[in-house]
T-cell receptor, first 111, second 114 residues
Framework: AQRVTQPEKLLSVFKGAPVELKCNYS??????LFWYVQYSRQRLQLLLR??SRESIKGFTADLNKGETSFHLKKPFAQEEDSAMYYC?????????????FGQGTILTVHP | NAGVTQTPKFQVLKTGQSMTLQCAQD?????MSWYRQDPGMGLRLIHY???????DQGEVPNGYNVSRSTTEDFPLRLLSAAPSQTSVYFC?????????????FGSGTRLTVV
């Protein structure tokens, strides 16, 4: 079965510092990886997908199949980035459409 | 577009009571899912559906039932509420290619079972 691990429950940085939220996964096939974000008192929303290779709000994430990782990075953190971040994995086959989430990382960006 | 609408937003149940959490989407999405969110556990999949009339179990299905009679609606039924079902419940929907375009989430239902 697939598994997503976010090793940091809490991450604190200062404004302007680089930030990296770690995500590791286990899955024997070719997964699709996502990052979701939940700002305070807002609903969970998609931040980015690995298949689109996009940069959203300055965040990027690269799928490293060798290390089975999909870390989220931003070179200069902003206070408005403070939120809960979830890494998620989608697989094919009979589990098509299912998302498996990590435990989440609470990011706090201090002024 | 209202997106994904969940009702109620808050609910308190007594142990043993049953209830239905409602979820509706107006985006014609074929994929719909129910998750529960618990501290330190992330989001765990309860049930999901790939289209009207088709449902499957997720990671934590015990104590919950679903049905999908229309594309728009995906209600979650708690058969006999237990304190372990105290959680925040999220409904989500997506379309195309197994949801690879990403899921749209509802605002959640905070359920307390006493």
């Amino acid at each position: 079965a697939q598994r997503v691990t976010q090793p940091e429950k809490l991450l604190s940085v200062f404004k302007g510092a680089p930030v990296e939220l770690k995500c590791n996964y286990s899955y024997s096939g070719s997964p699709e990886l996502f990052w979701y974000v939940q700002y305070s008192r807002q609903r969970l929303q998609l931040l980015l997908r690995h298949i689109s290779r996009e940069s959203i709000k300055g965040f990027t994430a690269d799928l490293n199949k060798g290390e089975t990782s999909f870390h989220l990075k931003k070179p200069f953190a902003q206070e408005e980035d403070s939120a809960m971040y979830y890494c998620a994995l989608s697989t094919g086959g009979t589990s098509y459409g299912k998302l498996t989430f990590g435990q989440g990382t609470i990011l706090t960006v201090h002024p | 577009n209202a997106g994904v609408t969940q009702t109620p937003k808050f609910q308190v149940l007594k142990t043993g009571q049953s209830m239905t959490l409602q979820c509706a989407q107006d985006m014609n999405h074929e994929y719909m899912s129910w998750y529960r969110q618990d501290p330190g556990m992330g989001l765990r999949l309860i049930h999901y559906s790939v289209g009207a009339g088709i449902t499957d179990q997720g990671e934590v299905p015990n104590g919950y039932n679903v049905s999908r009679s229309t594309t728009e609606d995906f209600p979650l039924r708690l058969l006999s509420a237990a304190p372990s079902q105290t959680s925040v419940y999220f409904c989500a929907s997506s379309y195309g290619l197994g949801g690879r375009r990403g899921y749209t989430f509802g605002s959640g239902t905070r359920l307390t079972v006493v």
